[in-house]
């Protein structure tokens, strides 16, 4: 059983440009969320998408928007890049409903990197 | 915003020795996860507490909520390198399931 899937897992990209991200859930989940995690720091929330739309947002700007597709796999995109964007973008997959019994399931994560 | 308070931020003990780390908020948790992340991986999930005063097990961890629901407490029994890892713990929103995390407590077990 699969578990969620990341890539492509390093990346570098030059400041100004914009990236993107994708991520495919856990078998059988429909909830998918991104996570940003700077260098020794928890991992901080940026959406979530349920049925292909965004159903929450963390306190991040419009740079970073996403979309889930019809299997539920979703992508990241970060326009604009900054120095400050380099980080470890995690993506977690869930059931609605099932957090508290079952938590997240992560990937493995995509390093980007900001030169 | 982190709204959870993690200490401590950093702890290098030796194989053997015991160790507890704290989760703290100024407000109620509906329920609280602790989480470990080793290098490279995502965060995996060890435990939900929901009930308050709960303690959990988990072979040598043993997992505390506190009475108020505000606090939590992660001990580990006789450390070994395994346990190395970055410890996180997690609330969820009250309405919905996203997952707001701690900083952290790093981890390292010296052999």
Known sequence: DAGVTQSPTHLIKTRGQQVTLRCSPKSGHDTVSWYQQALGQGPQFIFQYYEEEERQRGNFPDRFSGH???????ELNVNALL??????YLCAS????????YGYTFGSGTRLTVV | TQLLEQSPQFLSIQEGE???????SSSVFSSLQWYRQEPGEGPVLLVTVVTGGEVKKLKR???QFGDARK???????????GDTGLYLCAKE??????????????LHILP
């Not at chain 1, 869930?94 to 019994?101: A, D, T």
């Not at chain 2, 015991?18 to 703290?24: A, D, G, R």
């Open chain 1, 68 to 74: 889930q597709f019809p299997n539920y796999s979703s």
């Open chain 2, 18 to 24: 015991n160790l507890t780390v704290y989760c703290n």
């Open chain 2, 71 to 81: 606090d939590s407490s992660l001990h580990i029994t006789a450390a070994q390198p």
């Open chain 1, 83 to 88: 120095l400050g964007d380099s980080a470890l």
């Open chain 1, 94 to 101: 869930s059931l609605p409903g099932q957090v508290v019994n």
């Open chain 2, 61 to 63: 961890l043993t997992f």
């Open chain 2, 93 to 106: 929103g009250r309405r919905d399931d996203k997952i707001i995390f701690g900083k952290g407590t790093r």
